[in-house]
């Protein structure tokens, strides 16, 4: 989000060579820790994927540190520019897709912007169209257009591609890999799906209880492939971490 | 329709043809020719009479009825004037330019109170809906007032306000805001909560949420606001008139009570319905107009 009228997560944000750093987080709903002490580093231009069982906490993580919850303890530094998309689209059915994306832009920004945007999610030719009228796929791009017009340095993800059919999601995740080569902002995506992780991103994170419980690099060379051994190996691994063994179900 | 089977020990097969080609060869188990049935398409069944003769048949013959009873004396005219003398007076009262001048009249009432009443009723509306410390202030004693039946209010208003245009332009106005005092603080309360979170993670201020996400978002019920206003309106305006009028289309009505002209309070009566129609046919187009975006809208 190109917000500059948005304060910074906690006010002793200074500049620093990441675009995130969390430190001692803690965030409770009702004395239950969902975020306990958490702490988190991401460099510019990184991509890191956050893994975890749902109500590990890490849906609520991203939620502070796009500035949406800030009933928290600790540190958060985040960059100022970052923009969100979310599992869904959340376009406003009362605005045109192209109308959509400009929305809270600062300044009057022109058509042309949102076009340029559009048409790099390869959406351009539904810049006039209602948003009841796209398809789940179409208005899951739009809602990347609208986060990706605000040029962020970071951008959360959560669960972007979790409602989308496979054959989309496949296309949706290849283009966010794209995008990201071509950007070189930094991007969190929150997700349930390993192999999605171990595809996109550079840093596999699992989150367990409230904390970053596992970490893993990955070093396979881009683009990925998935019948790659390694691959599958890695995704064993990091499903055995979020308490799935691959080798007692497949026996 | 009814579902018929052939029985299914038929001698003859239904479609000799392709029992023909599904001749088993020597070797394969025999199958028995399935039995099919033709599925006729829907639109030929249809009667041949079209709809919409068939709907307005039903007050057509009603109107027949009305005018045979009238011609026969079954129904005296100081009861209930019959179709064609109703008719006759309304022509008249056009001529004459009575009419024009009572609608012109009444529709002045209506249209100042609704103002007042939207104005008043919306603003209310936000204030409440908008913030936190008016919900407080303003809601529970809207909520206490809009028990009150307005109608009842008449005499009240009549002290405050003598018996001039006042009262009755009072009364339409607070039968108009509390319908849309009710709708529009649903409907800006009733604005999906994410769709709040996507536009502050858009980086929009109070304000441009407020016009961007929730005004528009409230919109829908604003307007079903509006429709039952509408109608509130009109018969706020026939209660209004009714009280030392003398002017507009209730007037002609006690007018025409004093004479015994059952013709004149027919034709008045008509009028009141075409107003209300023609007001039903405005809200209509203007969800058209600005609802177009809606997925549930069908309307077009």
């Given amino acids: 989000m190109a917000t500059d009228v948005h304060r910074p997560v906690t006010p002793t944000a200074n500049r620093s060579a990441r675009a995130v750093h969390v430190e001692g987080l803690t965030r409770s709903f009702d004395g239950r820790a969902v975020i306990d002490d958490l702490r988190l580093d991401i460099a510019p231009g990184e991509f890191v994927a956050l893994l975890g069982r749902s109500g590990c906490g890490k849906s609520t993580l991203l939620r502070i540190l796009a500035g949406l919850d800030r009933d928290i303890e600790g540190t958060a530094l985040v960059s100022r520019r970052r923009a969100v998309a979310f599992q869904a689209p959340r376009l406003m059915p009362w605005k045109k897709v192209w109308r959509n994306v400009l929305l809270g832009l600062p300044g009057r920004p022109e058509r042309a912007v949102a076009e340029r945007a559009l048409d790099e999610v390869g959406l351009g030719h539904r810049i006039d169209a209602w948003p009841k009228t796209l398809s789940g796929g179409e208005a899951q791009r739009a809602s990347l257009a609208r986060a990706l017009v605000r040029e962020p340095d970071l951008l959360l993800l959560d669960e972007p591609f979790g409602a989308l059919d496979a054959l989309t999601r496949i296309k949706a995740q290849r283009l966010v890999g794209e995008l990201w080569q071509r950007r070189g902002c930094a991007v969190l995506l929150v997700t349930h799906d390993v192999e999605e992780a171990v595809l996109l991103a550079d840093r596999v994170l699992v989150m367990d209880s409230g904390r970053i419980a596992h970490e893993e690099r990955v070093g396979l060379d881009r683009p990925r492939d998935i019948a790659d051994p390694r691959f599958a190996g890695l995704c064993a691994r990091l499903l055995e971490r979020l308490g799935v063994d691959t080798a007692s179900e497949a026996a | ?300």
């Fill in chain 2, 1 to 300: 329709m009814s579902i018929s089977h052939a029985p299914p020990s038929s001698p003859e097969p239904d479609i000799s043809g392709i029992s023909k080609s599904v001749e088993t060869g020597p070797g394969q188990p025999e199958h028995s020719a399935p039995d099919l049935q033709p599925l006729v398409p829907a639109s030929t069944r249809r009667t041949r009479v079209p709809r919409w003769l068939r709907r307005t048949a039903g007050p057509l013959l009603l109107l027949a009825l009305w005018q045979l009873l009238s011609g026969t004396g079954m129904l005296a005219s100081d009861v209930l004037a019959s179709p064609g003398r109703i008719a006759q007076v309304g022509w008249d009262l056009v001529a004459d330019g009575s009419l024009p001048s009572a609608m012109g009249t009444s529709l002045q009432r209506v249209a100042a109170g609704l103002l007042f009443g939207t104005v008043i009723g919306t603003g209310l509306a936000l204030v409440s809906g908008l913030f936190r410390i008016g919900e407080d202030l303003v809601d529970a004693p809207v909520q206490m007032l809009r028990t009150v039946p307005f109608v009842g209010l008449i005499p009240l208003f009549i002290i405050w306000f003598g018996i001039g245009e006042a009262p009755k332009i009072a009364i339409i106005t607070l039968g108009v805001t509390f319908p849309l005092y009710l709708n529009v603080y649903a409907g800006i309360r009733g604005v999906d909560a994410q769709l709040i979170e996507a536009g502050e993670s858009l980086g929009l201020s109070r304000w441009g949420l407020v016009r961007h996400v929730v005004l528009p978002g409230a919109l829908p019920g604003a307007l079903t606001g509006l429709r039952y206003s509408l109608g509130i309106a009109w018969l706020a305006l026939v209660f209004a008139e009714q009280v030392n009028a003398d002017a507009g289309i209730g007037f002609l009505m006690v007018q025409a009570r004093d004479f015994l002209r059952t013709d004149v309070i027919v034709v008045c009566l008509i009028v009141y319905a075409f107003l209300g129609l023609l007001a039903d046919f405005i809200v209509r187009s203007l969800e058209r107009l600005l609802l177009q975006w809606r997925p549930t809208f069908t309307g077009r």
